[in-house]
């Protein structure tokens, strides 16, 4: 482990753990979740030696190169039938940085984040239930950074690098995606779910493969 410590975004406390080397950030939140009671804890790695996507699928990452973290979050404001506008709110979150960055972000169903044509970040929400409320949520982020080369079959993939042309400090973007995920959190905190709701299912578009 490299360290651990706490950040702060206006009231709110983060508590902040990066590792070189873990299995995975989500498998280690929802491990450790009842030890975890800040509004908001963020797990990164600098590499995942089993990092997950949906179903079967694994995120390929050379070490060093990219953002490989999760957030642990406590919504027992949303209730568990609602679960999906977690995602969404995740998923907005990571527009809202990398739209204004390098452009012409799609968000693709069920969840992906595309640079045109072309597949720049994997999510993954997982959620421990109490009743009808969501007592742990765990939203794990796969980004491409700073990677040239890729070599699983993963269909189209690209990074920011690609992208720009040159490296992206890869600390300062990952401030950039926690503060707007606390924006959309708060969102959904301050009873704005029809609103979240509506711009998601604005943008969303539908992968046919």
Known sequence: MNFTKKLYFRAMTIERIAFTEI????????????????????????????????????WESTSG??????????????????????????ALALRDVLMPLVGDI???????I??????????LIETHLAGKQIKDCVFGIGLNVNQTEFFSDAPNPVS????????????????QVL????????????????????????LIEYKTA
Request: proline share 2%; aromatic share 6%; glycine share 6%.
């Open 23 to 58: 299995d995975s950030t989500n498998n280690y939140l929802l491990q450790h979740a009842d030890e975890h009671q800040a509004e908001m804890t963020v797990v990164s790695a600098d590499h995942q030696t089993s990092g997950r996507g949906q179903g079967d699928h694994r």
């Open 65 to 90: 190169q990219n953002l490989l973290f999760s957030i642990l979050t406590h919504p027992h404001y949303v209730a568990a039938q609602e679960q999906q506008l977690l995602s969404m709110a995740g």
């Open 106 to 112: 799609r968000l693709m169903w069920p969840n992906d």
């Open 114 to 123: 595309y640079w045109r044509e072309k597949k720049l970040c994997g999510t």
């Open 160 to 175: 920011l690098k690609q992208i720009l042309g040159h490296d992206v400090e890869r600390e300062s973007l990952l401030q």
């Open 179 to 202: 503060e707007a995920f606390h924006r959309r959190m708060d969102q959904l905190r301050n009873g704005q779910q029809a609103a979240l709701r509506q711009e998601y299912e604005q």
